[in-house]
């Protein structure tokens, strides 16, 4: 895909913003850390896909303290998110993330993840998570992939298809990466996280990590209810995790 120079530029400039956001975020929340710790043993976290939204989440589980390898096409364009990050951080391909992590968090265009199963199906059914946050959007991926993810009943099936045998949580998905470094551990209530999977040994690890970097994770169904997961449906944006349980009510 052909991209332009200066929207790249701008994009870029974008992640270093969107990491320092984390930063404040977890500077306000001095005992983050220390949490981690207590909590549970440091996980290695990977994420193909280092942009606006896997830039963000994988800053949130560096500063926690976790190993975290960012991957992106152009690993050798993400020294400033490394940086950011904090020591726990590195870059390397997507094949190096998916070798590195015990957790893989999937944050690419919708229309990658197709190759993305092919290369690495295999090593990505053998992880304990791979949390899907990518999503199909017409406006990028193009109308076709959104038809087909359709057809397939919606993104949590679509992306079980593609990614066989990967013990998947669909979680993170229409949340905004501002919005994602601005309210982790926020002060008062939580905000929620609709997840969606079918493993329950998944979806205890990625509750235990989504409440590790401050916020609430509400299980909504199975992976056909990841269909909902995407922006645009009434669980799409920010909302507190009794709001997120009155949603799924509308829904069944
Ligand atoms: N932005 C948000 O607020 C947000 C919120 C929730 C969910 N999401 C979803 O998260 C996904 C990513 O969105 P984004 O906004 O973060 O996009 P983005 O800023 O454009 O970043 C996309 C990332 O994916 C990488 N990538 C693309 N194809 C790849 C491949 N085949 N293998 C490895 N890495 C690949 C890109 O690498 P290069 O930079 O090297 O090209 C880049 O690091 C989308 O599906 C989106 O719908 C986004």
Known sequence: MVKHPSFEFDRRKFLGLAAGGV??????????????A???????????????????LGTLFAKQGHPVMFSSLHPELLKDLVASAGPTAQ??????????????????????VEQIGKDYGKALAAKQLVVDVSNPIAQR??????????????????TAKLLPGAHLVRGFNAINY????????????ALGVPIA?????????????IKEIGFEPVLVGGLPMGKYLVPGTPLGGEHTPAEIRQIVATLK
């Open 197 to 209: 999977g079918d493993d329950p040994n998944a979806i205890a690890l990625a509750t235990r990590l």
């Open 38 to 56: 207590a909590g549970g043993a440091s996980l290695k976290i990977a994420t193909i896909g280092a942009g606006h939204e896997g830039g963000t």
């Open 23 to 36: 930063a404040a975020s977890a500077a306000a929340a001095p005992f983050a850390a220390f949490a981690q």
């Open 178 to 189: 501002v919005r994602l470094a601005a309210d982790a551990h926020r002060p008062g209530e």
């Open 141 to 158: 991926d193009g109308a076709a992939i959104v038809s087909w993810v359709a057809e397939q009943g919606g993104a949590g099936l679509a």
């Open 91 to 112: 870059a390397g391909t997507a094949e190096q993330a998916v070798e590195f992590g015990d957790v893989i968090l999937l944050v690419v265009p919708y229309t990658a």
